[in-house]
Structure formats: structure tokens, C-alpha cells
């Protein structure tokens, strides 16, 4: 079993700070890192991962529709030296369908966003960074405060810290 632990939590406010706290998280992903997004259907796991795409994309200069890929299952997007998969695996049946989109190798090479991971089963990558978001409206009764939280290894502990 991987070293998975809570590294941080914390409350967005708004679809700005998500947007925001998107954009912080999109240049600390690199080649083989995968972030699995975890929450209940509204929680804004498809808006938190276009958010980090379009943060990439407009790094490098440029700006495309960024769709949610729930009846493709998959989009890929070329970032000049590392692909990115943006998955929605909720539509997923069986695990092994996994390795018929070629999830498998693209764990190994891409940085992978995957909005219900807990349609791969065990074929979750250990080190994968996970992102659990829930809707809490909190005393204010604010339809768009979310609670965000953040567990992995000590590796990305160690990463998000530094990065900070």
C-alpha cells in the first residue's frame, strides 16, 4: 500500500479561487504525475481540471476550447514537451478499459488528470496526487464554496511545500 496521507485542506471561496488555486497547482505537474480528482457529479472536478489546461496552454502563448471529455472518455493535449490527459472515466464499466485508452502508458509519460478514479480500481498509480473536492456551503449558505483537499505521498508533500 503507497504512503498516502493528507497534506493539505483548504476552503475556495468562489469559482475564482478555484480558478486560482488551479492555476498555482498547473506548472508543479510534470511528465508522469497524475492527479486524480475525487468528489461527488457537481463538486467541480471537470471546471478544476480544464482550469489547470488552459493554465498550461496559456504558458505557452496559446488558447484552445478545452471540452470536457465525458463521452470521449479522453482528451489529449500536446504541451510542446509532455502530453496531458485530461480522462473522465465515469462512463467506465470495467478497470481493464483502462488499458484499451492506453491509460497505462500515458501514467508513465504524460501528467494525467482522471476525474472518477475509482473507476481504475487497482490500476491507480501509487503515486498519484490526489484532489478531493465537496461542495459546503458553509454558515453563508454559498452555493460555490468548495472544501479541497489534498492527500499523497511524502514525495508530493515535500513538492507542494516547496513550491509554495
Not at 473507476?119 to 465537496?134: F, I, K, N, S, V
Request: proline share 5%; charged share 25%.
Amino acid at each position: 500500500m503507497p504512503d498516502r496521507r493528507i497534506i493539505k485542506e483548504i476552503t475556495l471561496g468562489s469559482e475564482a479561487a478555484t480558478l486560482a488555486f488551479a492555476t498555482a497547482l498547473a506548472p508543479m505537474l510534470r511528465a508522469g504525475d497524475t492527479l486524480l480528482l475525487e468528489g461527488p457529479v457537481g463538486a467541480g472536478k471537470s471546471f478544476f481540471a480544464r482550469s489547470v489546461i488552459q493554465a498550461r496552454l496559456a504558458a505557452l502563448g496559446r488558447s484552445e476550447d478545452v471540452p470536457s471529455p465525458t463521452f470521449t472518455l479522453v482528451q489529449v493535449y500536446d504541451l510542446d514537451d509532455v502530453e496531458l490527459w485530461h480522462c473522465d472515466l465515469y462512463r467506465l464499466t470495467d478497470p481493464a478499459e483502462a488499458y484499451e485508452l492506453g491509460l497505462d502508458e500515458a501514467f508513465d509519460q504524460a501528467i494525467c488528470l482522471v476525474e472518477w478514479p475509482g473507476r481504475l480500481g487497482g490500476l491507480q498509480p501509487e503515486g498519484a496526487l490526489r484532489l478531493d473536492l465537496r461542495a459546503d456551503a458553509g454558515e453563508d449558505g454559498n452555493p460555490d464554496r468548495r472544501i479541497a483537499t489534498l492527500s499523497g505521498s511524502a514525495e508530493w508533500a515535500r513538492r507542494l511545500e516547496t513550491e509554495e
